[in-house]
T-cell receptor
Framework: AQSVTQPDIHITVSEGASLELRCNYSYGATPYLFWYVQSPGQGLQLLLKYFSGDTLVQGIKGFEAEFKRSQSSFNLRKPSVHWSDAAEYFCAVNGGSNYKLTFGKGTLLTVNP | NAGVTQTPKFRVLKTGQSMTLLCAQDMNHEYMYWYRQDPGMGLRLIHYSVGEGTTAKGEVPDGYNVSRLKKQNFLLGLESAAPSQTSVYFC???????????????FGAGSRLTVL
């Protein structure tokens, strides 16, 4: 069965600082991996996805993520955080044999001025 | 483009009452999903549908029923609401085919349900 672990429940960074949100997945083969963002009171928006090929993927809003097969990780990064990045971030995995996503429990990002 | 529209956005029920949440998508997506979101639990799949007239159970299906009579609509029903069903419910949809469009879910804005 596929699963996702986001080890950090809540992260606080200062505006302008760099950011890395961790995601570890469990799946036997190469999965499809996603990061979604949820602003307060809103639905989820896709930030980026990894299907195959280049292990460093670029997304919207200046985010990027790197797939590391050896570590079963798909960490999300941003070089300089903006106050508008404050939101909850979800990592998700799909094993490819069906179309159901399994989500992590989310990481809440707080940005201090 | 409306995308995925959920109605109602808010609802308060008493224990034992019934209600239906409606999800409508205008992207001609084959797959539709209902998730619930609870604090510290992430999103959990309730039911999903791979096409008109077909539905399947997800992780947490108990207490819910669904129907997909039309391709663009996916209904989530609570026959006898319980306080444990207090949650935010999200509908999502996606294409069926593999490739860039597969697996990418488009979400609605959510429906907040409180059961007293």
């Amino acid at each position: 069965a596929q699963s996702v672990t986001q080890p950090d429940i809540h992260i606080t960074v200062s505006e302008g600082a760099s950011l890395e949100l961790r995601c570890n997945y469990s799946y036997g083969a190469t999965p499809y991996l996603f990061w979604y963002v949820q602003s307060p009171g809103q639905g989820l928006q896709l930030l980026l996805k990894y299907f195959s090929g280049d292990t460093l993927v670029q997304g919207i809003k200046g985010f990027e993520a790197e797939f590391k097969r050896s570590q079963s990780s798909f960490n999300l990064r941003k070089p300089s955080v903006h106050w508008s990045d404050a939101a909850e971030y979800f990592c998700a995995v799909n094993g490819g044999s069906n179309y159901k996503l399994t989500f992590g429990k989310g990481t809440l990002l707080t940005v201090n001025p | 483009n409306a995308g995925v529209t959920q109605t109602p956005k808010f609802r308060v029920l008493k224990t034992g009452q019934s209600m239906t949440l409606l999800c409508a998508q205008d992207m001609n997506h084959e797959y539709m999903y209902w998730y619930r979101q609870d604090p510290g639990m992430g999103l959990r799949l309730i039911h999903y549908s791979v096409g008109e007239g077909t539905t399947a159970k997800g992780e947490v299906p108990d207490g819910y029923n669904v129907s997909r009579l039309k391709k663009q609509n996916f209904l989530l029903g609570l026959e006898s609401a319980a306080p444990s069903q207090t949650s935010v419910y999200f509908c999502a949809s996606s294409h069926r085919d593999r490739g860039a469009g597969a697996n990418v879910l488009t979400f609605g804005a959510g429906s907040r349900l409180t059961v007293l």
